[in-house]
């Protein structure tokens, strides 16, 4: 059975740094490449960042460019997100999900940026 | 960016009876080997999303066979054959086409 968990979620101050993981397992980690998608407080669906199987490819959306940072580790089955500079628009759910065309999805982290 | 837009945004819909779901694209979603990548996501209240179609019209495993898309070029749909209790939620299509992957505004489907 596939499975993603995401972690990493947290209550932090405007300007602030957090690192979410996504954990992976039932599936062959190394040949899927992985996409992190938010979703503000009873909003909708905003696709925030890719990485391909090897890392050999990464995109990010325009609103977090130059902020976020994704990077996986194929020997330990988990991608990251590192999320720098972060504001109060970044508050909401993310989830990793599977594939270049978001197969699997994980339950989500929840990130509140707030003072 | 490829906007997406779903139509309605809100669907109330009696149990049994069919429903349909709207999704129209800014450009074509047809990339260059022919494939069409718009899939269809259900998230019921307090769940993640999961993907219930992919490339228009090719359902997931477990889906219900209930749920069909269609459509091409820039204009597909949704349907729910007859509509059941657990079908309550948001439905969102999504095009994979073009960078960067945009969603719909998302529909919400709730029982008369």
């Known amino acids: 059975e596939v499975q993603l968990v995401e972690s990493g979620g947290a209550l932090v101050q405007p300007g602030g740094s957090l690192r979410l993981s996504c954990a992976a397992s039932?599936?062959?980690?190394?040949?899927?490449?992985i996409n992190w998608v938010r979703q503000a407080p009873g909003k909708g669906l905003e696709w925030v960042s890719y990485i391909s199987s090897s890392s050999g490819v990464v995109h990010y959306a325009d609103s977090v460019k130059g902020r976020f940072t994704i990077s996986r580790d194929n020997a330990k089955n988990s991608a990251f997100l590192q999320m720098n500079s972060l504001r109060a628009e970044d508050t909401g759910i993310y989830y990793c999900?599977?594939?270049?065309?978001?197969?699997?999805w994980g339950q989500g982290t929840l990130v509140s940026v707030s003072s | 960016d490829v906007v997406m837009t779903q139509s309605p945004l809100s669907l109330p819909v009696t149990l049994g009876q069919p429903a349909s779901i709207s999704c129209r694209s800014s450009q074509s979603l047809v990339y260059s080997n022919g494939i069409t990548y718009l899939s269809w996501f259900q998230q019921r209240p307090g769940h993640s999303p999961r993907r219930l179609i992919y490339?228009?019209?090719d359902r997931d495993s477990g889906v219900p066979d209930r749920f069909s898309g269609g459509g091409s070029g820039t204009d597909f749909t949704l349907k729910i054959s007859r509509v059941e209790a657990e079908d309550v939620g948001v439905y969102y299509c999504m095009q994979g086409t073009h960078w960067p992957q945009t969603f719909g505004q998302g529909t919400k489907v709730e029982i008369k």
């Open positions: 999900a599977r594939d270049r065309h978001f197969e699997d």
């Open positions: 490339q228009v019209s």
């Open positions: 039932g599936f062959i980690f190394s040949t899927y490449s």
